[in-house]
């Protein structure tokens, strides 16, 4: 079972305006939220990350929003450039503290010029 | 500073071979994490260590898989008699210890099997 769903595959912005990717969990016991960005042929880079007792962590373009309520984390970067092409990944910390990172599928972006 | 690394980069097998994948964790790290990506997935934990010891080896999916750390540092991932199912990218990532959220990944080795 997906316990971390990213239900867009792919989503394609204009240079210059907001790009937002959406994840949605089933467990609401998860405490960590992380967005990773990852370019081809590299692995994961962190991005932004986001704790349950928060709604939103904004770093400089990036925010992240959590809200409890619906299971669902949106990742906000405005404005998007051409650099931020790249898969995004979020992830929830298993909250069983076995440190275990549960990933959602991921979704690509592309920032159009 | 040096990152994750990790090798081969690519490995191509044959079904039924066996495949050592090694990662050198950062430098001080002393949590390491493995995971695979298959195609169109998502990235699934496989094992993590704390120093040396593996608390949890509940993600290896068989038997036929397992990976040791030696010295709270490098890192091998074992594959034993390969299935072309395993074809997949296999991700190292360290941390500084089991308790920091934020991991440094590898750029992965990507194991074929034919």
């Known amino acids: 079972d997906q316990q971390v769903k990213q239900n867009s595959p792919s989503l394609s912005v204009q240079e210059g305006r907001i790009s937002i990717l959406n994840c949605d969990y089933t467990?609401?016991?998860?405490?960590?939220f992380l967005w990773y960005k990852k370019y081809p042929a590299e692995g994961p880079t962190f991005l932004i990350s986001?704790?349950?007792?928060?709604d939103k962590n904004e770093d400089g373009r990036f925010t992240v929003f959590l809200n409890k309520s619906a299971k669902h984390l949106s990742l906000h970067i405005v404005p998007s450039q051409p650099g931020d092409s790249a898969v995004y990944f979020c992830?929830?910390?298993?909250?069983?503290?076995?440190?275990?990172?549960?990933f959602g599928t991921g979704t690509r972006l592309k920032v159009l010029a | 500073g040096a990152g994750v690394s990790q090798s081969p980069s690519n490995k191509v097998t044959e079904k039924g071979k066996d495949v050592e994948l090694r990662c050198d964790p950062i430098?001080?790290?002393?949590?390491l994490y493995w995971y695979r990506q298959s195609l169109g997935q998502g990235l699934e934990f496989l094992i993590y260590?704390?120093?040396?010891?593996?608390?949890?080896k509940s993600g290896l999916p068989s038997d036929r898989f397992s990976a040791e750390r030696t010295g709270g540092s490098v890192s091998t991932l074992t594959i034993q008699r390969t299935q072309q199912e395993d074809s997949a990218v296999y991700l190292c990532?360290?941390?500084?210890?089991?308790?920091?959220?934020?991991?440094?990944f590898g750029p992965g080795t990507r194991l074929t099997v034919t």
């Open positions: 990532a360290s941390s500084p210890d089991i308790g920091s959220y934020e991991q440094y």
């Open positions: 467990n609401s016991m998860f405490d960590y």
């Open positions: 986001i704790s349950s007792i928060k």
């Open positions: 992830a929830a910390s298993d909250p069983k503290g076995t440190y275990k990172y549960i």
């Open positions: 430098s001080g790290h002393t949590a």
């Open positions: 260590f704390q120093g040396n010891s593996a608390p949890d």
